[in-house]
């Protein structure tokens, strides 16, 4: 079982940054950030796999960066450039599995979420 607790959330005008955090008992798998808005599927934002490689969304690359403290099991989403429609609830999610996709159903542990919320 890994325990993951996201943090970092908060609302900001469109154009700023945020850093979101999530803190992991264990990191040592393929780590994904996920967003969900109201009324609309999870879907995939950035990942990391156990080499360090990352994959991002189409929708946020050159915006967003995942990067990993694998001494302190933290996964970092380093926000910037934010538009309203990436207003949220972000997860922290992470995927035992030796394929590592940015596909929610491949992650097995999630944590409680931490709403961003951009403002026009």
């Known amino acids: 079982q890994v325990q993951l607790v996201e943090s970092g959330g908060g609302s900001v005008q469109a154009g700023g940054s945020l850093r979101l955090s999530c803190a992991a008992s264990?990191?040592?798998?393929?780590m994904g950030w996920f967003r969900q808005a109201p009324g609309k599927e999870r879907e995939g934002v950035a990942l990391?796999?156990?080499?360090?490689?990352?994959s991002y969304a189409d929708s946020v690359k050159d915006r967003f960066t995942i990067s990993q403290d694998r001494a302190k099991n933290t996964l970092y989403l380093q926000m910037n450039s934010l538009k309203p429609e990436d207003t949220a609830m972000y997860y922290c999610a992470a995927n035992p599995r030796a394929s590592c996709r940015l596909q929610f159903q491949d992650f097995n542990y999630w944590g409680q979420g931490t709403q961003v919320t951009v403002s026009s």
């Open positions: 990391i796999d156990r080499s360090g490689r990352t």
């Open positions: 264990y990191s040592r798998y393929c």
